[in-house]
C-alpha cells in the first residue's frame, strides 16, 4: 500500500504562487508515474499535471502550461507541485495521484490518492 499526503495548500492572491508538496509513504513511489489533479465544489475531479518515474517526462492541461511545474524527488519520496501566476480559477482541492502502469492523466487510471489540500486564489 502507499499513503499520500498533500502539503501546501492556502489562500493567495491573484498573481502570486504556492508550491504543493506529496510525501509518499508506506511504499517507495520510485517506479510509479505520478499526477496532480483538481476538483471544485459541483465540478469532476480533473487532471493538472504529471510526471513519470525518472522526472524526465512532464505533461499538463492546457490551462496551466508556462504557470505550473512539476517536480520529484525520487530520494524523499516526494512529489512537488510549483504553481505560479494563480489565478481565481486554479482554486480547488488539489489531489496526489500515483500510478502503477501508465502516466496518470485521468482519476481512473490512478491507484493511489491523497486526501487533497486546497488553494484558493482570491481575485
Known amino acids: 500500500q502507499v499513503q499520500l499526503v498533500e502539503s501546501g495548500g492556502g489562500l493567495v492572491q491573484a498573481g502570486g504562487s504556492l508550491r504543493l508538496s506529496c510525501a509518499a509513504s508506506?511504499?517507495?513511489?520510485?517506479?510509479?508515474?505520478m499526477g496532480w489533479f483538481r476538483q471544485a465544489p459541483g465540478r469532476e475531479r480533473e487532471f493538472v499535471a504529471a510526471i513519470n518515474w525518472s522526472g524526465g517526462r512532464t505533461y499538463y492541461t492546457d490551462s496551466v502550461k508556462g504557470r505550473f511545474t512539476i517536480s520529484r524527488d525520487n530520494a524523499k519520496n516526494t512529489v512537488y507541485l510549483q504553481m505560479n501566476s494563480l489565478k481565481p480559477e486554479d482554486t480547488s482541492i488539489y489531489y496526489c495521484?500515483?500510478?502503477?502502469?501508465?502516466?496518470?492523466?485521468?482519476?481512473?487510471?490512478?491507484?493511489?490518492w491523497g486526501k487533497g489540500t486546497l488553494v484558493t486564489v482570491s481575485s
Open positions: 508506506g511504499r517507495t513511489v520510485s517506479n510509479y508515474a
Open positions: 495521484g500515483a500510478d502503477r502502469s501508465t502516466i496518470p492523466r485521468i482519476p481512473s487510471s490512478v491507484d493511489y
